[in-house]
C-alpha cells in the first residue's frame, strides 16, 4: 500500500512572499501520479497542480509550481507571490494504476497580511 | 454546470439508525468514488466504482455499502451508523483517463450520537 506523508502540519507565510509544502510518499510502482489539492474554508477540495511520475519536467501552474524528486520520493508545492485566497488546507494526493487515490494528512496553510 | 452533487450536506443522526448520502454526477464520468475526512488523517477512500455494476473497497470500506445501478449515481449507504463514523465525507468523480481531474462534491458533515 502507498503511503504520503505531509510532515508540516501548519505553516505560514507573509503576503507576497514565497513558501514551499513538503510531501513525500513511498511506493514500489513505477507509473504512478501525484497531485496537490487545496481545500480553503468552504470545504471545497480544489486541484491545484498534477505530475505525471514519468516526466522528468516539473509541473508549473502559473504562481504554483512542484520539485519532484523521483529517486527521493518527494513532491513539494511551491507558492510564489503568496496570496491572502491561498490561506487554506493543502494536500498532496498520490495516484496508481489501480485508480485508488491516497491523501496525507494535509498541511494548514495561513497568509498573513 | 458541471457539479457533483451530495445530499445531505449535514447530517446528525443516532447511532443505528441507517442513513444514506446520495451523490450524483453531471459529467458522464465513470470513475467515482466516496472519501471521509478526519484531521490529521487526510482523505481516506472508502468505496470506488469504475463504471456502472463495478465496485470495490478503497482504504476504510468497514461499516459502509455503496451501490453503482446507474452512473450518474453513487449512494454512500451506512446500514447502522457508529460514533466513529462521525466524519466530513467527499464523493468525487473523475472521467476517462488516469491523470483526469477528481471533480468533488462540497462535502457531507455527518455526526453519529
Known amino acids: 500500500a502507498q503511503t504520503v506523508t505531509q510532515s508540516q502540519p501548519e505553516m505560514s507565510v507573509q503576503e507576497a512572499e514565497t513558501v514551499t509544502l513538503s510531501c513525500t510518499y513511498d511506493?514500489?510502482?513505477?507509473?504512478?501520479?501525484l497531485f496537490w489539492y487545496k481545500q480553503p474554508p468552504s470545504r471545497q477540495m480544489i486541484l491545484v497542480i498534477r505530475?505525471?511520475?514519468?516526466?522528468?519536467q516539473n509541473a508549473t501552474e502559473n504562481r504554483f509550481s512542484v520539485n519532484f524528486q523521483k529517486a527521493a520520493k518527494s513532491f513539494s508545492l511551491k507558492i510564489s507571490d503568496s496570496q491572502l485566497g491561498d490561506t487554506a488546507m493543502y494536500f498532496c494526493?498520490?495516484?496508481?494504476?489501480?485508480?485508488?487515490?491516497?491523501f496525507g494528512g494535509g498541511t494548514r496553510l495561513m497568509v498573513k497580511p | 454546470e458541471a457539479q457533483v452533487t451530495q445530499n445531505p450536506r449535514y447530517l446528525i443522526t443516532v447511532t443505528g439508525k441507517k442513513l444514506t448520502v446520495t451523490c450524483s454526477q453531471n459529467?458522464?464520468?465513470?470513475?467515482m468514488s466516496w472519501y471521509r475526512q478526519d484531521p490529521g488523517l487526510g482523505l481516506r477512500q472508502i468505496y470506488y466504482?469504475?463504471?456502472?455494476?463495478?465496485?470495490d473497497k478503497g482504504d476504510v470500506p468497514e461499516g459502509y455499502k455503496v451501490s453503482r445501478k446507474e452512473k450518474r449515481n453513487f449512494p454512500l449507504i451506512l446500514e447502522s451508523p457508529s460514533p466513529n463514523q462521525t466524519s466530513l465525507y467527499f464523493c468525487?468523480?473523475?472521467?476517462?483517463?488516469?491523470?483526469?481531474?477528481?471533480?468533488f462534491g462540497e462535502g457531507s458533515r455527518l455526526t453519529v450520537l
Open positions: 459529467m458522464n464520468h465513470e470513475y
Open positions: 511506493t514500489s510502482e513505477n507509473n504512478y501520479y
Open positions: 505530475q505525471e511520475a514519468y516526466k522528468q
Open positions: 468525487a468523480s473523475r472521467g476517462t483517463g488516469r491523470t483526469g481531474e477528481l471533480f
Open positions: 494526493a498520490f495516484g496508481n494504476a489501480g485508480n485508488m487515490l491516497t
Open positions: 466504482s469504475m463504471n456502472v455494476e463495478v465496485t
